[in-house]
């Protein structure tokens, strides 16, 4: 009943105050866009920018956190970064195939300037991308969770049970491809997505997940406990109450161990509450 009510709204808000409405409207293309030269200096250009911008905003992030710097921390981070760095490379591949030889088929890809479909519909854009990312996020992290996907893909990203700011985006590749950029894409084939509102959403989920997997004061959705706990905490917490999903401790009697510090007694900091 609860996705019924979700879906209905989604479907609504697909009929939205433009008639731009031609996704099988494949006359029109950007032959200069489509050329593959740009598009292997796109896709060294910004897997660099993402990767230098990822490496040091999550090293901000852990030179924050209170956790001891130990052996088993740093190997922790070493895979993370492993996993993290491939998937942004492979990430940013995606979307510039996607943007120079997919997009370029939608009728409003030229929409680049707020003023062409109005202030309204940008607004529009915005509101629809923020329940179609928060509703699709946690849905595909579920789904990821049926026996043979857990088995094959997001056992990887479970494999960090107390992962940092690196690990957010240590995953299988097919995992951070459809978790992320298909969502947003699959968004700006549906309805006239303003590129910034992309961008946008693309910034705030990944600043999202790297707070997320810090699992300090700004772990909103408390997805820390996600990976301690496994089956609870998908997503967004509005979505996890909703869907009956939010951590409960009544139903986790033994609290999970810490690994990187012996005795978390008296330690008051937001990560160590994760584990009291
Ligand atoms: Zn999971
Ligand atoms: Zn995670």
Redesign the pocket.
Known sequence: MRNIVLFTLLLILCVQPTNAYSVFDFGYSDQENANPTQLVYNIAAYSFVGILQYLLVSAIFEWKNPMPKNQKRMQNIKREIKYGTTQIFLQVAYSMIFYHYVYPYCSWYRYYTINQYGLLNFAYGMIFMYIWTTFLGYWVHRIFHFRFLYKYVHYI??S?RE?TAF??CATHPLEGISEVNTVLHLAELIIPIHPLMTLFFFEYITVN?MM??DGGEYDHSD?YK??LYYVVNFGDTFMDEFFGTAYNSKNYPVKAKCTYVDNIEGRSEAIFLKYK
């Open positions: 990203h479970h960090f992962p690990g957010f997940e997320g997997h997805h996600h990976h």
